[in-house]
């Protein structure tokens, strides 16, 4: 599974709608500071889920939705999509027969907030559902920002191991055994 396309539209300093395109499995993002470099990465921890605002470096989650400029009004709602190449089919489960699997969240100034996958309106534990196992999702270790290589070396033993239970893959299985015990 890999990603592949970054489709941005109303997401922070993406005012206008955006597609970037990474095309091979190294891609590098350079340019000057306050350009918009992090606010993919946010991005990307967005559509997976990411409920925290200030995980986000905002106040409320609103603050995602570009809030205008000198030269711009600000806009009313943000979308972001990710497209994931699944031709390998690591993600299983429902989806894991499409080649490719669009995962896409919006949200509007007053709040509300919509997933979709394929296109397909869908709940925000849907999409953590799919990526659960993966390796990939809005606190996985597959996003290694500032401050995080330290957190890893100073987490205690229980920290630790939700890191070796997401890669080794049995998280997915410990978050269905709490759930069918405490329904
Ligand atoms: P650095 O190299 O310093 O880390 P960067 O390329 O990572 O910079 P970002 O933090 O991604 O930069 O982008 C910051 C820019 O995004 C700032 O100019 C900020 O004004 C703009 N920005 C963030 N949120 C919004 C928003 N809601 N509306 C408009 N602009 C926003
Ligand atoms: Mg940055």
């Given at each position: 599974m890999r990603l592949s396309t970054i489709k941005l539209s109303g997401f922070k300093s993406f005012v206008d709608p955006t597609t970037l395109n990474l095309p091979s499995n190294l891609t590098g993002v350079v340019g000057p500071n306050g350009c918009g470099k992090s606010n993919i990465i946010d991005a990307v921890r967005w559509v997976m889920g990411e409920s925290s605002a200030s995980r986000l470096?905002?106040?409320?989650?609103?603050?995602?939705?570009?809030?205008?400029s000198t030269a711009r009004k600000p806009v009313n709602q943000a979308m972001v999509e990710l497209i994931f190449d699944n031709s390998d089919h690591s993600i299983t489960g429902q989806y894991g027969a499409f080649d490719e699997i669009s995962v896409k969240r919006t949200v509007s100034l007053d709040g509300n907030s919509n997933y979709y996958l394929n296109g397909s309106k869908c709940r925000r534990r849907d999409i953590t559902d799919l990526f659960l196992g993966t390796g990939l999702g809005p606190r996985s270790y597959s996003i290694i920002e500032q401050g995080m290589i330290s957190n890893i070396i100073l987490a205690k033993p229980e920290e630790l191991r939700v890191y070796l239970e997401e890669a080794a893959g049995i998280s997915k299985y410990k978050e269905r055994r709490r759930e069918t015990e405490t329904r």
């Open positions: 470096r905002g106040e409320s989650l609103t603050d995602v939705i570009f809030a205008g």
